[in-house]
């Protein structure tokens, strides 16, 4: 018989909740929260989720234990008076710019003050003047709109394992910051840009590219072609009107036409490059037993992330660009002789991508292979900018001579794509049950760390897919112990790959699930399923790729 407790006079089973404020969402009763995520441990610093008992006593229901047999109420005369007090205290010593404000619109904050009715604070201003850390190209930080709610630190440390910020000082004096407050460029940062992604307010933002964009696509010396990451399709639809994790490819592609892009194509391309190259060198590697486990390296976070916190290590990450980078080169090949300047750009889920496309390593006589990566929700901000009516839009298919994908490229953009694309190519058995049963080998789920085995060439390959880079840290630090659990290893930052990329709109873990499986659809629907199929692909090793494919797609860290 299952337990019970009463939320508002209802009777909830509990049905293994960690905490109250579970079951009262389970109940259908939505409590204001700013510092309680699910991934995240429990902090309990806004007091927003306080709830009464039947004795008068108030208590955070985030991080109180449910019990057979409490009664507790949720929306009382004293608990609202509390939180528009909390509410109006947060908002006496919060920037008040919110016409102007990066989050305008999807801020909590002024979600929560909307919903509490405030329209005046009794509390003298007590903001304190801070200056914007622009320093890092991928996210922008503003200390004058922080709530102190951690869920930026936690999601640094306790996820990323990362620990860029942390709390500093005391009291009024508290605040966020790198150590020794130093620009976030100057820290331990890589990129990732899931500080962004939990932060209720704009105190941490996505950095924003689009005005320069518009510049670029009014200068009629430019002629700009776009490519289009396998993410995006399904992180775009929801915000945009359509259901979770729905394919929009063909409403993006007519949409990016719509902005004044000349030539629109898929990165999958670029990822079937990545799949060719990089089951070559796995392939080379294993024959000779050397720098193995072999690194994946499409994920620019987790390359800067092995270069300051495990740099040692570097010479087992992949010599082979990513996808965005190979497309990139290939693109500004296969388009000269141009009487106009060539303006690449990557629509991307990433904020990392951003630093990725300004790495020397990526740049050939000092010009950028990929001029700019736009996130998925700054071609939002454009599409709406422009006045497009995004549902009504007809899809459109990608430009020649890259029109061809395949699903081994789309399946990219969701953690253990990469490792399910490589085996696709390198197994022997290229038969339908055989590409079914790669499927159910444990290279698919959005679980952090993820473990196979597959046989390539009479030998046992052992296989480890990470997602989220403090996942990986156990597996790094056993490598450097001197074990050899594995010969690849496939990381994301992202927990559950780029469709949970800190680019994309704002999305729960059943969102980002179903961002997954919309890849997964797309695979399904595709007629060609592995890399090596790819005819427009395949014919650019006798094109531009001829005698080039070092140059084009590999790339040496740190050069």
Same mark, same amino acid.
């Given at each position: 018989m299952s337990a019970f407790m009463m939320v508002d006079n209802i009777p909830v089973?509990?049905?293994?909740?960690?905490?109250?404020?579970?079951?009262?969402?389970?109940?259908?009763?939505q409590l204001p929260t700013f510092c309680y995520y699910s991934e995240l441990s429990v902090y309990g610093a806004c007091r927003m989720c306080m709830v009464e008992d039947k004795r008068g006593s108030i208590q955070a229901a985030c991080s109180t234990p449910p019990r057979e047999g409490m009664e507790i109420y949720?929306?009382?005369?004293?608990?609202?008076?509390?939180?528009?007090? @909390?509410?109006?205290?947060?908002? #006496?010593?919060?920037?008040?710019?919110? %016409?102007?404000?990066? !989050?305008?619109?999807?801020?909590?904050? &002024?979600?929560? #003050?909307?919903?509490?009715?405030?329209?005046?604070?009794?509390?003298?201003?007590?903001?304190?003047?801070?200056? /914007?850390?622009?320093?890092?190209?991928?996210?922008?930080?503003?200390?004058?709109?922080?709530?102190?709610?951690?869920?930026?630190?936690?999601?640094?440390?306790?996820?990323?394992?990362?620990?860029?910020?942390?709390?500093?000082?005391?009291?009024?004096?508290?605040?966020?910051?790198?150590?020794?407050?130093?620009?976030?460029?100057?820290?331990?940062?890589?990129g990732c840009g899931q500080c962004a992604a939990v932060?209720?307010?704009?105190?941490?933002?996505?950095?924003?590219?689009?005005?320069?964009?518009?510049?670029?696509?009014?200068?009629?010396? %430019?002629?700009?072609? =776009? &490519?289009?990451?396998?993410?995006?399709?399904?992180?775009?639809?929801?915000?945009?009107?359509?259901?979770?994790?729905?394919?929009?490819?063909?409403? @993006?592609?007519?949409?990016? /036409? /719509?902005?004044?892009?000349?030539?629109?194509?898929?990165? %999958?391309?670029?990822?079937?490059? %990545? =799949?060719?190259?990089?089951?070559?060198?796995?392939?080379?590697?294993?024959?000779?037993?050397?720098?193995?486990? +072999?690194?994946?390296?499409?994920?620019?976070?987790?390359?800067?992330?092995?270069?300051?916190?495990?740099?040692?290590?570097?010479?087992?990450?992949?010599?082979?660009?990513?996808?965005?980078?190979?497309?990139?080169? @290939?693109? !500004?090949? &296969? +388009?000269?002789?141009?009487?106009?300047?060539?303006?690449?750009? #990557?629509?991307?889920?990433?904020?990392?991508?951003?630093?990725?496309?300004?790495?020397?390593?990526?740049? /050939?006589?000092?010009?950028?292979?990929v001029d700019y990566a736009i996130t998925t929700q700054e071609l939002i901000a454009m599409i709406r900018q422009a006045g497009i009516v995004f549902d009504d839009l007809e899809p459109e298919s990608v430009d020649m001579p890259f029109g061809v994908s395949t699903g081994a490229g789309v399946i990219f953009g969701v953690t253990g794509g990469v490792t399910e694309a490589v085996i696709r190519r390198l197994s022997d058995d290229k038969s339908t049950t055989a590409l079914r049963a790669i499927a159910f080998n444990g290279v698919r789920g959005m679980e952090g760390v993820k473990h196979t085995e597959v046989e390539i060439g009479g030998k046992k390959v052992r296989i480890a897919i990470v997602s989220g880079l403090n996942n990986a840290r156990p597996l790094l630090d056993r490598i450097l112990e001197g074990h050899k659990d594995y010969d690849f290893i496939e990381v994301m930052a992202c927990p559950g790959g780029c469709v949970s990329g800190a680019g994309q709109p704002f999305g729960t873990k059943a969102d980002k699930a179903r961002r997954g499986e919309g890849l997964y659809k797309a695979d399904r629907m595709s007629p060609i399923k592995r890399s090596e199929e790819n005819y427009a692909v395949t014919s650019l090793y006798d094109g531009v790729l001829k005698g080039r494919v070092h140059e084009l797609l590999h790339v040496e860290y740190g050069k």
């Open positions: 089973p509990i049905e293994g909740e960690e905490n109250i404020l579970a079951v009262i969402r389970k109940a259908g009763i949720t929306n009382t005369p004293r608990l609202r008076k509390y939180r528009k007090n @909390v509410l109006e205290l947060l908002l #006496a010593s919060h920037c008040r710019d919110c %016409t102007t404000c990066e !989050k305008s619109g999807k801020c909590k904050l &002024q979600e929560l #003050a909307h919903q509490f009715g405030i329209r005046d604070i009794r509390f003298g201003d007590g903001q304190v003047e801070h200056e /914007r850390d622009e320093s890092s190209v991928c996210i922008s930080r503003d200390n004058a709109k922080c709530i102190l709610c951690g869920d930026c630190v936690r999601m640094c440390e306790e996820i990323q394992g990362v620990g860029a910020i942390d709390f500093s000082d005391r009291g009024a004096r508290m605040k966020v910051m790198p150590a020794f407050d130093e620009p976030i460029a100057n820290s331990a940062c890589v932060c209720p307010t704009g105190a941490i933002v996505v950095k924003n590219d689009t005005q320069k964009m518009w510049e670029e696509l009014s200068d009629p010396h %430019t002629k700009c072609v =776009v &490519q289009i990451a396998p993410a995006v399709r399904v992180g775009i639809s929801h915000e945009m009107g359509l259901g979770e994790g729905e394919n929009a490819m063909g409403k @993006v592609t007519a949409a990016l /036409r /719509r902005l004044g892009f000349d030539e629109v194509y898929d990165t %999958t391309t670029g990822a079937d490059l %990545t =799949v060719l190259e990089e089951a070559n060198e796995l392939s080379e590697r294993l024959a000779k037993g050397e720098n193995l486990p +072999l690194f994946t390296s499409c994920c620019p976070a987790w390359v800067q992330f092995v270069e300051k916190h495990y740099p040692e290590l570097m010479p087992h990450v992949s010599t082979c660009r990513s996808p965005m980078e190979m497309f990139g080169a @290939v693109l !500004k090949e &296969q +388009l000269k002789p141009s009487t106009r300047r060539i303006v690449s750009v #990557a629509i991307m889920p990433c904020t990392a991508k951003k630093f990725e496309v300004q790495r020397d390593e990526f740049k /050939r006589n000092s010009v950028p292979d």
